[in-house]
C-alpha cells in the first residue's frame, strides 16, 4: 500500500518502465559512420584508381583494334577498288581477241564486231561510273570542257559548237574534259 503522507514526486504513481538510451542526433551518428579513416580513404580511392586504369587500358586496346582495323579495310579497299571495272573489261578483252583470231572474216563481219565491243566497253564504263561528256548545244564550262578554237556563230556566245574529243566523268569529277568549239557573238550580233 502507499503511504498518504509520502510527499516526494510521484510517490503515488505506478512505476514507469526505464526509459531506453537516448541514441545520439542522426547528423552525429551518420558522420561517425561516414568518416572513415585515412588507411580506409587511401584504400578506397587506390581501389577506383586501379579501376580506372583498367578501364582505360581496355578503351585504348580497342582504340587501337579499331584503328588497324580500319587501315586494313583502306588497304583492302585499294587493291581491290578496280575488281568490279577489271571484271567488265574482260569481256571486251575477249571480244578483241577472238576478232584477231578470225582468219576470214569480212568487213561487215568486224564491223558488227567491234561494234559488240565498243557496246561491252560502254556498259563497263557505266557501271564503273565513268560517264561519257558530249555537250553539244551546252552552255560552255571550262571545268568540264577545254575549248580549242571559237567560232562565228548565230544566237548565244560561249555555246559548244562542236566536239572534237568526248570527255569523261568519273561520278562528279572530271576524268578528261571534252575538247570543243565554242560560239563568238557574230559580227553583227549585239553582245548582252
Known sequence: MQN???TR???GEPPQPAAAPQAPPAGEAAGAAVQPGPEERLAEAERKAAEHYEAWLRAKAEMENTRRRAQEDIAKAGRFAVDKFAEAMLPV????EATLKAESATLENLRAGVELTLRQL???LQSAGIVEVDPVGEKFDPHRHQAISTAEAEGEANRVLTVLQKGYM??????RPALVIVSRAGGGAAAG
Not at 93 to 96: A, E, F, N, P, V
Not at 170 to 175: D, Y
Open 170 to 175: 568519273l561520278h562528279e569529277r572530271v576524268l
Open 93 to 96: 578483252k575477249d571480244s578483241l
Open 4 to 6: 498518504p503522507q509520502d
Open 122 to 124: 560502254a556498259a563497263g
Open 9 to 11: 514526486p510521484g510517490a
